[in-house]
């Protein structure tokens, strides 16, 4: 627990307060290095913070208040808030051995909700994989109605348009669309995701599966996101191995590794199974009403935690160096909850090292986002999408993790899914305001855009500067 600020007390720089005012308490209760009142406990305290950013590599401003010197007798022995030894891939032993840790420290047991939280989250987003049912959320589909699909992604295959040209209108579906609609409600009056079964992607060439993929969609949610820099709105999910680049440096999508549970930038997600893995890649959903409901009554320090300003998200190498958000949004008007992160920009990674320089995360933090991936294990339901599956999940409501996997080349069996980011005009979710500004460049009119122009890739980008960089993760860095 972070002792108290002593009177008048302002620090300038907060990550490095919990040192400082531990250096200086401590310092304090010593009869030998005693400070007295008639000292300046403020610039002591404001001095030493700056110090300590100073040794980690942070270099803000440094003043030195005159006769300061003689009270820091002690400033050797600081030490330096150093990064917890937390992983990308989440260690269950690590996290277990925390609890116990700061549970010693905690003096306020756990503590209670923050103001405006609610108790719990009655809604069928709250729900828990083994309540759920197969026709809960699969929904096969006709042979008419695949017929008319394909009579809707040949003719507008023959039309010539662009394909940021599809949407209703131009994807013509009389008979699945109103089904598909009606079937969307789910994504905010039912468990908050579905699959579409029933198409045989080896039917069609790469053009038409992603013809057709885009235009079911466009049924889902009538807005699309490009999911980077470069102006692409179609991503393909696959492990392109080490002749593309190293797996040391290849990032998670391109890539055959198990993915933590997290969230995209976007409001709806969208994948379509091309082909399944040989072993392994189901893909992992779970409420996150579950999981705060579960946190709410056992940990509310948790949810405090989670919901404060001050978790460091790293921008590895852009300007600024890092950001900092919540993780956890409460809409008070629906009370709507809301996790948005992507684990790696907290923790870093084997293949992005966490940036040095920038502040590190607290021992409580690292328990927090702990608990939620182990909460949303605990309650998660594992899909394993089958060749042809079109899954629909609100971002907003449900946290996605994945199985790693293996590939069997030789064979022709290789995971590859195509993925969408997908919003609605019309929602009953609103997107937490610190992220609009991100969401306004994923959502926002593309061609406005200076010297971006929308990419739909049909084969895989095997571009290794794409596949390496650590500066884009599921949209939030």
Not at 41 to 53: D, E, G, M, S, W
């Amino acid at each position: 627990m972070t002792p108290p600020i002593p009177a008048g007390g302002e620090l300038l720089y907060t990550d490095a307060q919990s040192a400082a005012f531990s250096w200086y308490n401590a310092l304090a209760e010593k009869p030998k290095q005693s400070i007295t009142s008639n000292r300046t406990p403020r610039k002591t305290v404001q001095f030493a913070a700056a110090c300590i950013l100073h040794a980690a590599g942070i270099h803000p401003p440094l003043v030195l208040p005159p006769g300061l010197l003689e009270d820091l007798e002690a400033l050797p022995d600081l030490q330096v808030p150093q990064q917890p030894d937390i992983d990308w891939q989440p260690n269950f032993q690590k996290y277990s051995e925390r609890v116990q840790r700061n549970k010693a420290r905690r003096r306020n047991g756990s503590g209670q909700l923050p103001e405006g939280y609610p108790r719990e989250i009655s809604s069928p987003l709250a729900w828990t994989g083994a309540e759920l049912r197969e026709d809960q959320y699969i929904f096969h589909l006709t042979e008419a109605e695949i017929m008319e699909v394909e009579k809707a992604m040949k003719d507008f295959k023959a039309s010539n348009l662009r394909k940021s040209a599809i949407d209703r209108d131009t994807f013509s579906l009389p008979l699945l669309g109103p089904r598909i609609t009606e079937i969307s409600r789910q994504l905010d009056n039912g468990c908050g995701f579905f699959i579409l079964r029933g198409f045989d992607p080896k039917k069609y060439s790469s053009e038409e599966n992603v013809i057709l993929y885009a235009g079911v969609a466009s049924y889902v949610a009538d807005k699309r996101g490009r999911q980077d820099e470069h102006g692409n709105m179609l991503l393909h999910l696959v492990d392109l191995g080490s002749k593309v680049a190293p797996d040391n440096v290849r990032q998670a999508p391109y890539s055959n590794v198990a993915q933590p549970f997290h969230t995209d930038l976007g409001e709806i997600l969208g994948l379509y199974a091309l082909d399944q893995a040989t072993r392994g890649g189901r893909s992992k959903l779970a409420s996150t009403g579950k999981v705060y409901n579960e946190l709410a009554a056992l940990r509310p320090d948790h949810i405090d935690i989670l919901q404060r300003p001050d978790w460091v998200f790293d921008r590895f190498g852009q300007s600024p160096p890092y950001l900092t958000r919540p993780l956890l949004y409460c809409d008070n008007e629906t009370n709507n909850i809301t996790l948005a992160f992507s684990r790696r920009l907290l923790t870093g990674s084997k293949v992005s090292p966490r940036s040095n320089g920038i502040p590190p995360m607290t021992e409580h933090q690292a328990e927090a986002l702990d608990a939620v991936h182990f909460t949303a294990e605990k309650h998660c339901i594992s899909l394993e999408l089958q060749r042809g599956d079109m899954q629909f999940w609100n971002n907003l409501a449900l946290l996605h993790a994945r199985e790693g996997f293996k590939d069997d080349l030789e064979k022709g069996k290789r995971r590859h899914l195509l993925r969408l980011w997908l919003r609605r005009k019309e929602s009953p979710w609103k997107s937490p305001a610190p992220l609009r500004e991100l969401l306004e460049d994923v959502y926002g009119n593309i061609q406005s855009q200076a010297g971006i122009e929308e990419k739909w890739p049909i084969e895989p980008i095997m571009d290794y500067d794409h596949v390496t960089t650590r500066q884009r993760s599921s949209g939030h860095g």
